[in-house]
C-alpha cells in the first residue's frame, strides 16, 4: 500500500513567518508533487520534482520553494507566510513511466496565515 | 478557457439510483483520464482511470471515454449514501502534466 505522509494535519502561522509544510512517501516514487486546493478553484499545481534536487514550477509558484534532498522527502516552504496562502495543502507522489499511472495523495495539511 | 470543467453541482440521487457525472477536456493531446473521490476535509482517493475510447467498468462504477467530444463521464450505480463526495476528474497531458478539474458534489439520499 503506497503511503503519503505530511507532517501535520493543520497549522495556523503568523504572517511574514518561514513555513515549512514535509511529505514523505514510502514507495520509492520517483515524481512528486505539491498542490494547494481551494473552493471553487480546485487543484493547482505548485511545484513538482521529478528527481531528487530536481524541480519544475508548476501554475503558481510564486511566494513558494521546494526542496527535495532525499527520494523519499518533498518539501514545501513558504518564504513569508501570507494571508493569501491559508489553503489546504496536498503532497501526492506516482511513479515515473507514461501517463497511466495515478497519484497518490497525502492526508493534506490545513494551513491558516493569520 | 479552463483545461477541466466540471459541473459543480450539487447532483442529488436517491440511494439505488445511477448517478451520472461529467467532465470535459480542452486539448485534444491529453492521453490518460482519472476520476477521484473526495469526501470532506480528506485527500482525493482514486476510483480508476482511463485512457482508450469506451468504457472501463469496475464493480459500481463505469468510466466512459469519448475522445472525439472530449469528454469523459463517470457512473456510479446502486448508488449509496456512503458514495456522498466531491467526485474530481483529473486529465494527463502526459509525463506529470496533471490538470484537475473543480470537482462534482454528490449527495446520495438514503
Known amino acids: 500500500d503506497v503511503k503519503v505522509t505530511q507532517s501535520s494535519r493543520y497549522l495556523v502561522k503568523r504572517t511574514g513567518e518561514k513555513v515549512f509544510l514535509e511529505c514523505v512517501q514510502d514507495m520509492d516514487h520517483e515524481n512528486m508533487f505539491w498542490y494547494r486546493q481551494d473552493p471553487g478553484l480546485g487543484l493547482r499545481l505548485i511545484y513538482f520534482?521529478?528527481?531528487?534536487?530536481?524541480?519544475e514550477k508548476g501554475d503558481i509558484p510564486e511566494g513558494y520553494s521546494v526542496s527535495r534532498e532525499k527520494k523519499e522527502r518533498f518539501s514545501l516552504i513558504l518564504e513569508s507566510a501570507s494571508t493569501n496562502q491559508t489553503s489546504m495543502y496536498l503532497c501526492?507522489?506516482?511513479?515515473?513511466?507514461?501517463?497511466?499511472?495515478?497519484?497518490?495523495f497525502g492526508p493534506g495539511t490545513r494551513l491558516t496565515v493569520t | 478557457q479552463k483545461e477541466v470543467e466540471q459541473n459543480s453541482g450539487p447532483l442529488s440521487v436517491p440511494e439505488g439510483a445511477i448517478a451520472s457525472l461529467n467532465c470535459t477536456y480542452s486539448d485534444r493531446g491529453s492521453q490518460s483520464f482519472f476520476w477521484y473521490r473526495q469526501y470532506s476535509g480528506k485527500s482525493p482517493e482514486l476510483i480508476m482511470f482511463?485512457?482508450?475510447?469506451g468504457d472501463k467498468e469496475d464493480g459500481r462504477f463505469t468510466a466512459q471515454l469519448n475522445k472525439a467530444s472530449q469528454y469523459v463521464s463517470l457512473l456510479i450505480r446502486d448508488s449509496q449514501p456512503s458514495d456522498s463526495a466531491t467526485y474530481l476528474c483529473a486529465v494527463n497531458k502526459g509525463g506529470n502534466q496533471f490538470y484537475f478539474g473543480t470537482g462534482t458534489s454528490l449527495t446520495v439520499i438514503p
Open positions: 501526492a507522489s506516482r511513479p515515473a513511466g507514461g501517463g497511466g499511472y495515478e497519484q497518490y
Open positions: 482511463i485512457y482508450s475510447n
Open positions: 520534482s521529478y528527481d531528487v534536487k530536481m524541480k
